[in-house]
């Protein structure tokens, strides 16, 4: 079979109606894209018919014909000549845009509801061994995800629970053991692990040892101690813990990313991914799902459209959905970053205006 034509290296962003029906160019001729204008015939490929559900809403139609998963972008665009483009921070116009002067508290604030939250300047509470504070709060403008960053060394935490809700941990430092409603999983700094809702946990490190773990729940919630833990760890997910693995890569132009827990072990509407991002600044772009990016290692910049934020090892970056935004590492070994996206399944789907 011979290849489509790329119509373009990015997807579509539609507005689809209500039940209506759409048929997307699969050969990449429409004049009209994503849509067929029948330039197909004569062509062994077909367009991809497509029903819109009950409400309407805006979806990602893949306009390099490259895709997977047909009508929409899976990301393929990414590893195409020009899929991936590059922005030059040191352009005339964007010389000229500042580093963000204005705080609140732990956060930096960017344009929209975009904010870097760094850990060490927020005022962390204490309940026993454990330290923390929230970083990402409906409070702080996300509609989707809460995320929280914790301490705890010595004694076990207490006994938490986030309710009704997906849950997903990082190990940013440390080892120990989590201990999911009845069940202890060892861990250790880098892993990833998932509590289902209705669970609880709690948290145990190592002699001597602090661990460091970003918790992050969707839908939005607050945590609540528990005088004890309960015993209804659901058995019908077994593995809890995900760690790195370097054969697990995906490459996305000059970055890549492995998904750690995702729809393959539970979570439904989180996405967890560990991933690099070379000395370079993406072209601006924006994704349909929010985002929060914790900085692994490196330095760099937040950039959203008239100003930038520093970002170092252990800030957190908020990303509202539909945002605007470029992230720049400044270090020669670059930025790794671990991302959480909610609702979304696929780290790779970006799109450009
Ligand atoms: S535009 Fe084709 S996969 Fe994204």
Redesign the pocket.
């Known amino acids: 079979m011979s290849s489509p034509v790329v119509a373009r290296p990015?997807?579509c962003l539609v507005t689809v109606q209500a039940g209506r029906t759409y048929h997307w160019c699969a050969c990449g001729r429409s004049a009209k894209q994503p849509f067929c204008d029948g330039s197909h015939r004569g062509t062994e490929f077909t367009p991809v018919k497509f029903v819109a559900g009950p409400k309407d809403e805006e979806l990602l139609f893949?306009?390099?014909?490259?895709?997977r998963t047909a009508p929409f972008?899976?990301?393929?665009?990414s590893n195409l000549p020009g899929g991936s483009p590059l922005d030059d921070p040191r352009s005339e116009a964007n010389r000229a845009v500042p580093v963000v002067g204005q705080r609140d508290g732990a956060r930096a604030l960017l344009n929209g509801e975009c904010y870097v939250f760094s850990p060490e300047l927020a005022s962390m509470s204490e309940r026993g061994s454990l330290r923390y504070c929230y970083m990402v709060s409906g409070e702080f403008g996300a509609r989707y995800q809460t995320q929280l960053f914790l301490e705890v060394s010595a004694d076990p935490s207490p006994a938490m629970t986030l309710g009704d809700r997906d849950v997903i941990l990082f190990i940013g430092a440390g080892s120990g053991t989590v201990e999911i409603s009845g069940r202890t999983f060892p861990v250790s700094a880098t892993d990833g692990v998932y509590v289902r809702p209705s669970e609880a946990m709690r948290l145990t490190a190592t002699a001597g040892q602090t661990m460091k773990v970003f918790v992050l729940a969707c839908p939005l919630g607050k945590i609540e101690w528990l005088a004890s833990i309960p015993t209804n760890f659901d058995a019908s997910c077994e593995q809890r813990v995900v760690s790195v693995d370097a054969e697990q890569r995906t490459a996305m132009g000059p970055r890549y990313y492995q998904v750690l827990v995702d729809k393959r072990i539970g979570s439904q509407v989180i996405t967890q991914f560990i991933g690099h991002i070379p000395p370079s600044k993406a072209a601006p772009h924006r994704h349909l799902y929010e985002e929060a990016i914790i900085v692994l290692s490196g330095e760099g910049y937040m950039w959203t459209e008239d100003r930038k934020a520093r970002v170092r090892a252990g800030d957190v970056i908020f990303l509202p959905r539909k945002q605007l935004h470029s992230l720049e590492a400044t270090s020669a070994e670059g930025i790794d970053v671990v991302g959480v996206i909610c609702p979304g399944d696929n780290p790779s789907i970006n799109y450009y205006d």
Request: glycine content about 16%; some cysteine; overall charge positive.
């Open positions: 990015k997807p893949c306009g390099c014909k490259q895709t972008c899976d990301g393929a665009h």
